[in-house]
Each structure stands twice: as C-alpha cells, then as structure tokens.
C-alpha cells in the first residue's frame, strides 16, 4: 500500500473536519444572515413604546426608611411621581410622591401600565402573572412580573412590586433571540457566549479552514 504524502493526510484530514465544520458554518451563517435582516431598533420595538412621559415634581417628599438603602429613583406612573426603593438584599418597594407606601401592582392596574406603555394598535389580550423564579425566557430578568400579551405578539412586562417596565418584547425580537441562541450554541439560556461546544466548533472550523487553504496552494502549484 502506497505510504500517503503529508498532503494527501492533510486533505483526508480537511474533508472529514469539514463535515463537521459545515454545522456551525450554518448555523453562524444562517443566524447572522437572519439578525442582519432589521436594524437593530425594530428588533427592540421601540416603535412599540411610548416616549417617557416627564415626572411631575411639585410636593416631592421622599419616603423615610428604617435604614439605608442601596437605591432610591424617582419614575413616572399613570401621571404621577412614583419613588422605587432597592433595598441592599435586592427587594423593592414603592411609595408615592408624598412618600407614602404603594401596594404591590394587581391585575387592572398592570392594565394600565401596559397599555400606557404600548404604542401600537393592537388590543391586550390576556394577562398573566409571573414570579421571580418562574420568569419567561424573553424576561430575561429575575423579578416578580405581569405579563401583558397584545394581539400582535408583543410582550409587555411590568414588575409586580413596583409597577415599572422591565421588558417590551415583540415576535420579531423573540426570533432574533432564538437566532442570537444558535448563533452562540446556547438556544436554551441564549446569554452563555463562552462554553466548550462552542471552543470546540469554532477551533474544528478554523483547522478545517487552514487546512483547506494549505492545500489550495498546494493544487496551484501542482497546476502550473
């Protein structure tokens, strides 16, 4: 049996890298031809929200704690200044603009929160309620939420405890999301852009790379 030369091992070594390159070359181009389709403010429904509306601040008087806190913002909720405490465990409350406390958000008024945020045409058409450790995927964040859906698809998330906007999702975004998790080999959290499957399909595709530009060379040269 005739001994093979180091080219032909590196082209033996080039077509079967190649078939498993030729998975995340897909995947990547696929992903990335996919999220390159609308600019990036379509994808984040900013057409979707209404502007912020101004925070009126005539007879602010901040709420007085029994402690120190890790933050104290000032926001704006159905026309009204609303104070949003962060305590140093990472719970919040709120409290009106004289500095009285506010109830965590039921249910008709995560209505209105929703619809005062939503810009488009379509109508609300369920609620749900979310706790912190049960948030949907497209939340992207630990905090206790209402989920209001509109007929379009869009996502509104208001926080349960303190009734500000922590999320508008549109159906465009939640497929560019899912295109980003392939994209990153990561389609169930969709965030871990560093991971071994990823290391090793991109170090596969980079060898197979080199290997098939070594031997496009070597044909050139062969050739002439």
């Known amino acids: 049996m005739a001994r093979r030369t180091p080219m032909q091992r590196f082209a033996r070594w080039h077509i079967w890298l190649g078939w498993l390159a030729a998975i995340p070359l897909i995947l990547w181009t696929l992903s990335g031809l ?52 962060t305590d140093n ?64 698809g869009t996502h509104v998330y208001i926080d349960a405890d303190t009734g500000e906007v922590l999320a508008l999702r549109s159906k465009w975004w939640r497929a560019y999301d899912f295109m980003w998790g392939l994209h990153i080999m990561d389609p169930l959290g969709r965030e871990n852009a560093s991971h071994p499957l990823l290391w090793l399909f991109s170090v596969i595709a980079l060898v197979s790379s080199v290997l098939g530009t070594t031997l496009l060379f070597r044909r050139r040269r062969t050739a002439r």
């Open 34 to 85: 996919f999220m390159t389709l609308r600019p990036i403010e379509d994808v984040r429904g900013e057409q979707l929200r209404r502007p912020a509306a101004l925070i009126p601040t005539a007879n602010l008087t901040a709420p007085r704690l029994p402690g120190p806190v890790k933050r104290l913002t000032l926001t704006e909720q159905k026309g009204a200044a609303v104070w949003v405490v």
């Open 89 to 152: 465990a990472g719970n919040q409350a709120r409290y009106a603009a004289d500095g009285m406390p506010i109830p965590p958000v039921g249910e008709a008024e995560a209505r209105e929160l929703a619809r005062a945020t939503f810009a488009g045409d379509a109508a609300l058409v369920s609620l749900q309620r979310f706790g912190a450790d049960a948030a949907p995927l497209d939340l992207r964040r630990e905090r206790p939420s209402w989920q209001a859906a509109f007929a379009d």
